[in-house]
């Protein structure tokens, strides 16, 4: 289905440059006939599409081996580390774990036997949040994946009947389209624990390593899914530099004046969405330190906090800040920078997952240290698919 997928969206980008081609040349004919191709292949593509989140939907739903068949699962991918062999993950595998941040970053294990002591995670380590909120697709097998988006709608035209009667009608205007292109990224990990954790039993020794490998994968996704791989030419898109095939922004930017004021939150407020749509399902993403800034500014009595911040118990780093009538969601991410602030629906950006991910561990690169390698290598890629889809507010002159 997804090969499919991908071939009917190379035929649409063909015909939508014959369109073009002929727009420009008004040949309207040829132009017409173009457009009607693709309008055909648009209700091909969305029925695939839909089957396809459905199959990943229903993917996402089957349950992981739990009891005895987890455990073994687990020593025989353990006693594979402890060898140097590779252990691969599917994509869909590390789909799941995408979205299982509480259960990655506590890192609970059952207490080894005859380790000596355990080997404890520092506090605050967790994963930016954002990664478990943006949309995962397996994009196995795939060069380059391309997700077309609106930028416009049809626009409709109307008339006094007794004035358009017997004349042709304004032509209405064309809707346009975009093409966010998401393309294959090498991600690899390296990391180094005491080689003393080899003393663990082969499933908890497993579970540590896989734990750890998946959270440097994680950091490091929610940094390109923030700012992309390259600030001016990136091949990961991030939020803050999300281009389409084009070369066009696909984000929206406001500027947020010198410094965070009573307005900040109602200046990214009011700039996402349309002239008709506000807030839906969007999300601030800010760092601890603009957190704590808007928290601490004052009202006229210099007592009374101008927002009201509320911390969600159960994910460390997202809350709820209340300003007056409106309650925005937040997420923490300090890859966003003290400059910026952004505001938007995290499922209207896309990560994609090009093939497995492989862990390995390697004894020889820190023996002398007495440290164990732990060697992971993923494919993966990312875009906003949405029309500014997310709004990028800078603080300064």
Same mark, same amino acid.
């Given at each position: 289905?997804?090969?499919?997928?991908?071939?009917?969206?190379?035929?649409?980008?063909?015909?939508?440059?014959?369109?073009?081609?002929?727009?420009?040349?008004?040949?309207?004919?040829?132009?017409?006939?173009?457009?009607?191709?693709?309008?055909?292949?648009?209700?091909?593509?969305?029925?695939?599409?839909?089957?396809?989140?459905?199959?990943?939907?229903?993917?996402?739903?089957?349950?992981?081996?739990?009891?005895?068949?987890?455990?073994?699962?687990?020593?025989?991918?353990?006693?594979?580390?402890?060898?140097?062999?590779?252990?691969?993950?599917?994509?869909?595998?590390?789909r799941q774990f995408l979205y299982n941040q509480i259960t990655l970053a506590t890192?609970?294990?059952?207490?080894?036997?005859?380790?000596?002591?355990?080997?404890h995670d520092p506090v605050g380590n967790v994963v930016p949040s954002i990664v478990?909120?943006?949309?995962?697709?397996?994009?196995?097998?795939?060069?380059?994946?391309?997700?077309?988006?609106?930028?416009?709608?049809?626009?409709?035209?109307?008339?006094?009947?007794?004035?358009?009667?017997?004349?042709?009608?304004?032509? /209405?205007?064309?809707?346009?389209?975009?093409?966010?292109?998401?393309?294959?990224?090498?991600?690899?990990?390296?990391?180094?624990?005491?080689?003393?954790?080899?003393?663990?039993?082969?499933?908890?020794?497993?579970?540590?390593?896989?734990?750890?490998?998946?959270?440097?994968?994680?950091?490091?996704?929610?940094?390109?899914?923030?700012n992309g791989d390259d600030t001016m030419s990136p091949t990961f898109f991030g939020?803050?530099?999300?281009?389409?095939?084009?070369?066009?922004?696909?984000?929206?930017?406001?500027?947020?004046?010198?410094?965070?004021?009573?307005?900040?939150?109602?200046?990214?407020?009011?700039?996402?969405?349309?002239?008709?749509?506000?807030?839906?399902?969007?999300?601030?993403?800010?760092?601890?330190?603009?957190?704590?800034?808007?928290?601490?500014?004052?009202?006229?009595?210099?007592?009374?906090?101008?927002?009201?911040?509320?911390?969600?118990?159960?994910?460390?780093?997202?809350?709820?800040?209340?300003?007056?009538?409106?309650?925005?969601?937040?997420?923490?991410?300090?890859?966003?920078?003290?400059?910026?602030?952004?505001?938007?629906?995290?499922?209207?950006?896309?990560?994609?997952?090009?093939?497995?991910?492989?862990?390995?561990?390697?004894? /020889?690169?820190?023996?002398?240290?007495?440290?164990?390698?732990?060697?992971?290598?993923?494919?993966?890629?990312?875009?906003?698919?949405?029309?500014?889809?997310?709004?990028?507010?800078?603080?300064?002159?």
């Amino acid at each position: 289905m997804k090969k499919k997928l991908y071939d009917l969206l190379n035929q649409r980008d063909t015909l939508l440059k014959e369109a073009e081609t002929a727009l420009e040349g008004k040949k309207q004919e040829t132009y017409q006939s173009a457009m009607e191709q693709v309008r055909n292949l648009n209700k091909e593509i969305q029925s695939v599409q839909d089957l396809i989140a459905e199959q990943d939907k229903a993917a996402l739903m089957t349950p992981s081996p739990t009891g005895a068949e987890a455990n073994d699962l687990a020593q025989e991918r353990g006693e594979n580390l402890r060898k140097g062999r590779e252990v691969e993950f599917t994509a869909n595998e590390v789909r799941q774990f995408l979205y299982n941040q509480i259960t990655l970053a506590t890192g609970s294990l059952v207490q080894p036997t005859g380790a000596g002591s355990t080997i404890h995670d520092p506090v605050g380590n967790v994963v930016p949040s954002i990664v478990d909120r943006v949309r995962v697709m397996d994009m196995t097998g795939m060069g380059t994946f391309q997700e077309p988006y609106v930028i416009s709608e049809l626009d409709a035209k109307g008339g006094k009947i007794s004035e358009v009667a017997g004349t042709a009608r304004a032509t /209405s205007t064309d809707p346009t389209f975009g093409i966010a292109e998401i393309k294959p990224y090498e991600l690899s990990v390296t990391s180094y624990i005491d080689r003393n954790i080899s003393r663990l039993s082969p499933a908890n020794y497993y579970e540590k390593i896989y734990g750890m490998a998946m959270r440097a994968m994680r950091r490091k996704l929610a940094t390109l899914i923030i700012n992309g791989d390259d600030t001016m030419s990136p091949t990961f898109f991030g939020m803050t530099n999300a281009k389409n095939k084009a070369g066009s922004n696909i984000f929206a930017e406001t500027a947020l004046g010198s410094a965070l004021d009573v307005n900040t939150l109602d200046a990214l407020y009011f700039a996402y969405g349309s002239d008709e749509f506000i807030g839906g399902s969007a999300r601030l993403l800010l760092t601890k330190a603009n957190l704590k800034a808007l928290g601490q500014l004052r009202g006229t009595n210099e007592k009374r906090r101008l927002f009201e911040i509320t911390p969600d118990p159960s994910t460390p780093n997202s809350g709820f800040i209340k300003d007056g009538g409106m309650v925005l969601p937040y997420d923490l991410a300090k890859d966003v920078g003290d400059s910026k602030i952004l505001y938007g629906d995290p499922m209207n950006y896309e990560v994609g997952l090009f093939g497995s991910f492989t862990v390995r561990v390697d004894e /020889s690169a820190k023996a002398e240290e007495r440290m164990l390698t732990i060697l992971g290598d993923a494919t993966v890629g990312g875009n906003l698919i949405v029309d500014k889809g997310y709004v990028i507010g800078s603080i300064g002159d």
